[in-house]
């Protein structure tokens, strides 16, 4: 049973950065990715990687944030410059497939880490 534990989060003013990290143990998959969800608004996808270490983005995040991973820690990462208070949300780690460019998340949740960024 996949288990997932995200950390990093935190309050910053405009125009600094966060790095975020999930530990992931329990699954087999084939790639991982970050999801977000702010107030009020469906959860959305922001980034993914996959075992080949291909990246994608969301174009909202695109030149600012960046996902990695850390396969000897089971470990990924996102790393978050020029925050915008947009980017205010609960951010998730996911597991799951990559198929073709379509990331298929398995479904599983962590319990988030809150990143508030004020103006």
């Known amino acids: 049973q996949v288990q997932l534990v995200e950390s990093g989060g935190g309050l910053v003013h405009a125009g600094e950065s966060l790095r975020l990290s999930c530990g992931i143990s329990?699954?087999?998959?084939?790639?991982q990715g970050w999801y977000r969800q702010a107030p009020g608004k469906q959860r959305e996808l922001v980034a993914t990687?996959?075992?080949?270490?291909?990246?994608t983005y969301a174009d909202f995040v695109k030149g600012r944030f960046t996902i990695s991973r850390d396969n000897a820690k089971s470990t990924i990462h996102l790393q978050m410059i020029s925050l915008k208070p947009e980017d205010t949300a609960v951010y998730y780690c996911?597991?799951?497939?990559?198929?073709?460019?379509?990331?298929?998340?398995?479904?599983?949740w962590g319990q988030g880490t809150q990143v508030t960024v004020s103006s």
């Open positions: 990687i996959s075992s080949g270490d291909k990246t």
């Open positions: 996911s597991v799951g497939d990559l198929i073709g460019s379509t990331y298929y998340p398995y479904g599983r």
């Open positions: 329990g699954s087999m998959f084939t790639a």
